[in-house]
């Protein structure tokens, strides 16, 4: 069992013992059910063949399944040919769907705009067009650096119409972190926006754009040829003519016919940079059929989706996998209906989430448990306010979420009706894996349970040995599926050597886990060096290195506490180099490292807490051990330090520290 790294509070999910299961209401009803796993274990491939026929169009059929001769890289479906515009889009419009609203948006500033699917395949073709004639051709890249808008969606699926590949950055990395994925992807393009708004106020977005593609002594020239920039507050931009374009000016300009580019299945759908376990971020790489494939069935069955009638929500920011797959990949090519919203929940009011449940009517509601934390701390009598009773199926995701949160979303979100799925799954693994199917599943607070039909995973020791229930220890995937990552952009070795290597031939997660007395999972978090902040993924070593890039700091060891709120907060333990060392004053030298942190990655990783120590604990071979910081962090009794080089180091940094902000 990985005890040594795994995140602390969630000892409650060791106990619970409380089942839902499905009313015979909704079970009659449901999309899933129970002969969905007899048929997919019945035929494992023969299930997924069956799968990409029903919910995806096909310029051309696909005769092979499977090509798992070349593993860990899988091909799905490859000699098939098809495009994700055209199956999120176009084919709703063919079929005679078009006048069903596709995007119901909602800006922050409470601006709405409701587009159908007609209406989104004039956008999308219209872009397409726009991107075509910049030179973006079949297989180049484009980043997209944009808010959650109407626009955001469209720049997605004009890349995936041309076959360009698109990286998207989340709109609240640096300048620097959105450089340096725009010189990994050498990208060609960049879609941004002048600004977006948030928490009541617009905030610039290009500036970080214009330093990202800046020219930088010892660094080749950028990529980027041309900057699409979409007008969405109307604030002053630095202008570079001849680089810049306005997109509504160059959307207006353009076609709205566009024959979408047929790719084979196998081709390049996009890029997304996640953390890993080392300082430099993973270009994320899916491709077309299987992706698709699988994004479809997992939205259709594990949501319940009936898409004449749901109004399907999902919280979840473009910048993240979640926003590909159940903002647009998913719903999109089942022809849902959704929300999306620009801002935040607290904007301008705590109650602006259940406002626009309420104004919508919405039916599927997809959100992280931090977000429901906080809501949970801002009192029920704020959701209490809202008519939510057309809510009837929810969603989590991003992290365990603790009982007490589950029972609330249950209770005051869900009117103790509306089953919960809690839905794990990651940016590498393309779409939800392991979830309770609503109408099937008896639930339980904290546990994502069960894999989907068609997916294989176990929980396995040190060896590989499957434990056996009642057991804990790492989560991994034993069969390939059809989202699976096919690689990490540029980087081969890292694939096979970050997901493949700990367990041969079989794909480990990096997540600890154990199975119950029934055999069900529950995640208990990460057992690698990566953190998990408001089920955002970072990585403690990049927030190292960015701390150590620091001219006053000599060394830098980053954990990550348990946080009520946020799952866990990010604590950094920081040597200053000697020349800094003497007259630092600690709430100065915090306040300048948060900051630059900030820059030099983003907002959502600066430190909570930076703690200046004079030593740093570390083995006989060197490696810091961060359990022992975890637990300073934590305010706990240090652990065992028996294996430290020098084992006073424990007492001379608690002693050193001032008491916890
Ligand atoms: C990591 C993946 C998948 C979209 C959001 C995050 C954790 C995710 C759950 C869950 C427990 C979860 C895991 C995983 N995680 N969902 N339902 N229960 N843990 O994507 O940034 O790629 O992070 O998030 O630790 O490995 P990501």
Redesign the pocket.
């Known amino acids: 069992m990985p005890q040594d790294n795994q995140p602390t509070g969630l000892e409650n999910l060791l106990h619970e013992t409380r089942t839902f299961p499905p009313s015979d209401a909704f079970a009659a009803q449901a999309n899933a059910q129970p002969e969905l796993y007899e048929r997919a274990a019945a035929d494992h491939l023969g299930f997924w063949a069956e799968q990409a026929k029903e919910l995806v169009t096909w310029k051309t059929p696909f005769t092979q399944t499977l090509d798992w001769s070349d593993a860990p890289v899988a091909r799905w479906f490859a000699d098939g040919t098809l495009n994700a515009a055209y199956n999120a889009v176009d084919r709703h419009v063919v079929e005679g769907r078009g006048d069903r609203v596709a995007l119901q948006f909602e800006g922050e500033p409470g601006d709405t705009r409701t587009v159908t699917y007609a209406e989104l395949q004039r956008e999308v073709s219209r872009a397409a067009n726009v991107l075509s004639s910049l030179g973006v051709a079949k297989g180049d890249r484009v980043v997209i650096y944009l808010p959650m808008l109407v626009e955001s969606v469209v720049a997605m699926l004009a890349c995936a119409r041309i076959g360009a590949p698109h990286s998207v950055v989340f709109g609240g990395f640096s300048a620097d972190a959105l450089r340096s994925r725009i010189a990994d992807a050498e990208a060609k393009v960049v879609i941004t926006s002048d600004g977006g708004y948030r928490r009541g106020s617009a905030s610039a977005l290009k500036p970080a754009v214009d330093e990202a593609i800046a020219p930088r002594e010892g660094a080749p020239a950028s990529s980027i040829e041309h900057v699409l920039v979409v007008r969405r507050t109307g604030q002053d931009v630095a202008w570079t003519p001849g680089r810049d374009i306005w997109w509504h000016e160059a959307l207006e300009a353009a076609d709205v016919q566009h024959t979408p580019v047929w790719v084979d299945a196998e081709h390049p759908l996009f890029i997304l940079y ?1 953390s890993g376990t080392t300082g430099k971020p993973k270009g994320i790489l899916h491709t077309t059929g299987g992706y698709l494939t699988q994004a479809a069935y997992t939205h259709k069955y594990v949501f319940d989706l009936k898409a004449d009638t749901d109004v399907y929500w999902c919280t979840a920011d473009i910048g ?3 926003g590909h797959t159940y903002v647009v990949y998913g719903p999109l090519v089942n022809g849902a209906t959704q929300v999306i919203y620009e801002g935040t929940p607290d904007s301008p009011h705590q109650g602006r989430w259940w406002e626009i449940v309420e104004k919508y009517k919405v039916s599927i509601l997809y959100t992280a448990p931090t977000a429901i934390r906080t809501c949970m701390k801002w009192g029920d009598e704020i959701p209490g306010k809202y008519d939510l009773t057309s809510l009837r199926v929810l969603g ?6 603790n009982p007490e949160a589950w029972m609330w979303y249950r209770r005051v979100i869900g009117g103790d009706k509306a089953p919960i799925v ?7 693994t393309g779409a939800i894996m392991i979830s309770p199917l609503p109408g099937v599943t008896a639930t339980k607070p904290g546990s ?1 349970q069960t894999p989907l039909p068609g997916i294989i995973a176990d929980v396995v020791d040190d060896d590989a040995n499957p434990v056996p229930d009642g057991g804990g220890g790492y989560l991994v995937l034993t069969q390939p599926w059809p989202a699976m990552l096919r690689g990490i952009w540029g980087d081969l070795e890292r694939f096979k050597d970050t997901y493949w290597s700990r367990f041969k031939g079989i794909y480990f ?3 600890g886990a154990k199975k119950d007395e029934d055999g069900d999972i529950w ?1 208990l ?2 057992v690698d060096d990566v953190m ?1 902040v408001s ?3 970072l990585s403690t070593t990049e927030i190292e290195s960015a701390l150590v890039s620091h001219e006053m700091v000599a060394e830098a060891a980053v954990v990550g506490a348990a946080d009520e709120l946020t799952g866990q907060s990010v604590v950094a333990f920081v040597i200053l180099r000697s020349s800094f060392a003497k007259d630092a004053d600690p709430e100065a030298v915090q306040a300048l490292l948060r900051n630059h942190v900030a820059k030099e990655i983003g907002p959502i990783a600066k430190p909570r807490r930076i703690l200046v120590v004079s030593e740093l604990p570390k083995t006989r071979s060197g490696k810091i051990m961060r359990r022992l910081l975890r637990d300073v962090a934590e305010n706990r009794v240090v652990g065992d330090a028996s294996t430290l080089a020098d084992s006073s180091v424990m007492a001379l940094i608690s002693s050193g520290l001032a008491a916890p902000a």
């Not at 989590?396 to 979420?401: C, H």
């Open positions: 996640t993240w996998v979640t989590s995701v991003g992290e365990p979420i809690d839905t794990w799954w990651q940016t590498e994502a997660a990096g997540d995640l978090g990460r998990n089920g955002h993924r």
